[in-house]
């Protein structure tokens, strides 16, 4: 009798392992596609879609689109038309920073409609997109017109400087951001200073407008002081701000594209191993060690996780919800649950315009050295 329960027991577990095996398969009987540009092209994308196909082995397929975009555009809307050939393929996620993609989503919803799109971001016409996009992201460029100067105030700056040039004034997102800074120190009693540098893509190249820099920035803090926040709206421009950071003690509240691999590493002088390249809390680490190492501490932010990392594992993550019936797409409360599970910080979302619920802009709370 007792050798008849033992029996009648472990066939009952192995029933149920089975079962769960089962159930286990088919949930996982499902693909997701990531779509980014080559590791050339924009390394973090990359590295962020490689993650999530080492993650979930046999679930996501990682692509890569064209090197030049521009010129083989045909050639990546059927890359990702393709994805859909595969009846598995349940949700395809593009991370690119281009526009020209949108065509590529239309193919595929007009022969499978039920296949789940997000984007991280594309850049095509946003009322389009809203149309046959389950979610739309992108980094809320213009609200950062306000959270840079009001961080920068908590970091004990009295007066922000805004340096750009002209051809960067002639965007409309960057005017508006500019204008919002201003409008921002002027409500938080901070002086701001618009500083206009030689125009790197007219005649000189990036070369003097870093020469320009490097002899304006010690001009600017001998006359407002230490307590001052630099701003450059220009990705070259990073290197020696936070150089001259590290020299004479001014603030750096965040660059022009926040993430920890932008300026720190070649003003600081790191050596990052290529197993390290993806490891942010190593990097930030050692960005808060020569930050104390220069006298520097408290002096010096950006955001904890570049973008372009965060939006290939957020939204592989947010698309394995939706396929499973875990989330909904439009629920914040999931969303910024689960992109503070994957940034390590808090994340806000804010619709890019009133009724438009699956396009939305985030902005990722800051990391100070």
Not at 166 to 182: G, N, W
Request: with cysteine; hydrophobic share 40%; proline share 6%.
């Amino acid at each position: 009798m007792f050798k008849r329960g033992l029996l009648m027991l472990f066939a009952g577990v192995c029933i149920a392992a089975v079962l769960g095996a089962t159930a286990e398969a088919a949930v996982q009987s499902y693909k997701i596609g990531v779509v980014t540009p080559n590791l050339s092209a924009s390394e973090d994308e990359f590295r962020g879609g490689d993650k999530m196909a080492k993650k979930y082995p046999g679930v996501v397929k990682h692509i890569t689109l064209p090197e030049n975009f521009s010129t083989e555009q045909e050639t990546a809307i059927t890359q990702i038309v393709s994805l859909a050939d595969d009846k598995d393929m349940k949700a395809i996620v593009i991370c690119a920073g281009y526009s020209g993609i949108l065509p590529a989503i239309q193919k595929v919803k007009e022969k499978r409609p039920e296949v789940i799109f997000i984007t991280a971001p594309i850049w095509d016409d946003p009322d389009m997109m809203a149309k046959y996009v389950d979610l739309a992201l992108d980094t809320d460029w213009l609200k950062r017109g306000e959270t840079i100067p009001t961080k920068a105030q908590k970091m004990g700056a009295k007066t922000f400087i805004h340096y750009s040039f002209p051809t960067h004034m002639a965007k409309e997102l960057l005017a508006k951001r500019r204008d919002m800074m201003k409008a921002t120190c002027e409500k938080l009693g901070m002086v701001f200073v618009d500083v206009s540098t030689p125009d790197p893509q007219t005649g000189g190249g990036p070369s003097i407008m870093l020469q320009f820099l490097q002899e304006d920035i010690p001009r600017q803090i001998a006359k407002y002081g230490k307590d001052t926040a630099i701003f450059g709206t220009n990705c070259p421009m990073q290197d020696v701000i936070i150089a001259k950071a590290l020299e004479l003690g001014f603030i750096m509240p965040e660059q022009c594209c926040p993430t920890p691999t932008q300026g720190y590493p070649a003003a600081m002088g790191l050596e990052i191993k290529p197993e390290d390249a993806g490891n942010f809390d190593k990097i930030n680490a050692m960005i808060k060690a020569k930050a104390a190492e220069k006298h520097c501490t408290g002096r010096l932010s950006t955001w904890p996780v570049p973008v372009g990392v965060f939006f290939p594992e957020f939204s592989v993550e947010v698309a394995r919800g939706m396929i499973e019936g875990q989330m909904k797409k439009t629920d914040l409360d999931q969303l910024h649950a689960l992109a503070r599970k994957v940034a390590g910080v808090d994340v806000t979302f804010n619709k890019m315009k009133p009724g438009m619920d699956n396009f939305l802009l985030i902005i990722m709370d800051s990391i100070i050295y």
